[in-house]
Structures are given as C-alpha cells and as structure tokens.
C-alpha cells in the first residue's frame, strides 16, 4: 500500500476523542476478551468520572465468558464502585449490535456518551450512535489492546491490515442499511 492510501484509510477508520464534555454522563464500553483495556477505563473514572458504565452482558468465546461477568469484579477491584456497573442486555449477534443495544439503554437524563471500545472500532460505533440516538452527544475513546493495532501502525501487521479493511467493509454495510 502507498502511504497516501494508507493514510486516506486511517481517517475513515480511527477516530480520536474530540472531548465534546468534559465528563461523560455514561460509558458505553465494549472490552471484548482484553482485560488490559480495564486500565484506561478505571483511569478515565478516576480523572473524570461517568454516572454508569455499560459492558455487554454477552458470551464472548475468545473470553470463554460472559463480558459483563467476567469485567465487572475486575473493574470493582480496581476502584469503580460497583453500582456504576451495568449490563447492556439483549440478543446481540455482533460488536454493532451491542453499541446499538447500549444507546437504546440510556437513561433519558443522559446526554453526553463516551464510546469506549478498540480504537478500530470507533468510527463504526460513532456511526452507530449517532444513527440510534439523535438526542445525545458522543464522543470515542479509542483503546488499544495488546495487539497494539492503531491509526499510525495498523497497516504494518497482516492482522492489523485484515481488522481494518474489516472495518471498512461493516461501515459500508451500516450506511448502505439506513
């Protein structure tokens, strides 16, 4: 790939936080199996606080557990207070339905929304959001686990290439739906 098409693909892709407040009323956040993403949501709470968090209360088979069960202990040793925690609940069959599932949940006192997940999916759960929910303001927080894929390097690894090309093609579906 040449670098100006690299490029063109890293701004379609990856977002980064435009701090559109300055403390989200909730967070919606899609760990998936990577523990390590925990630390950057305990941090976020200690230096800005949110009133809740949602995690998706699904099985995830990489985890071999269910998100919600297996994150939230965690989270609470870590210093969120435990009723901050909350299920996102539903029959999801994806990462786009669980966003969809989580802007559907909020608390109509709500306003201001923090999209927590893998920084290569934050385009497509902005995408979502907005779409879902013309009420609130979002905004991303782009994680990195520790396969390290981000906006400067994603195209250096075969994995990295093949989850954002992914992307591209999940983005295109949802705008071609609406």
């Known amino acids: 790939m040449n670098q100006q098409l690299i490029t063109n693909i890293s701004e379609m892709v990856f977002l980064q936080r435009q701090h559109h407040f300055i403390s989200p009323d909730a967070v919606i956040y899609h760990p998936g199996h990577f523990p390590e993403l925990n630390s ?8 800005e606080g949110f009133k809740q968090l949602l995690i998706p209360n699904i099985y995830n088979c990489f985890l071999e ?21 909350c299920p996102i ?11 969809v599932g989580g802007v559907s949940q909020l608390d ?12 290569f999916f934050c385009r497509r759960f902005m995408i979502l959001a907005a779409l ?12 990195v686990d520790e396969r390290g894929i981000d906006k400067d390097n994603w195209h250096t690894t075969e994995k990295g290439r093949a ?12 705008l071609n739906c609406t």
């Open 132 to 143: 879902n929910r013309t009420d609130k303001t979002f905004d991303v927080l782009p994680l």
């Open 108 to 119: 109509p006192g709500m306003h201001n929304i923090l999209l927590a997940g893998k920084a």
């Open 89 to 99: 609940s539903g029959d999801f069959k994806d990462g786009s339905e669980v966003v």
């Open 40 to 47: 950057k949501i305990v941090d976020l709470y200690k230096s």
């Open 163 to 174: 989850r954002v090309l992914n992307e591209i093609n999940v983005i295109n579906k949802i």
């Open 65 to 85: 557990a269910n998100e919600f069960v297996y994150h939230k202990p965690l989270l609470v040793e870590m210093g969120i207070p435990e009723e901050l925690i």
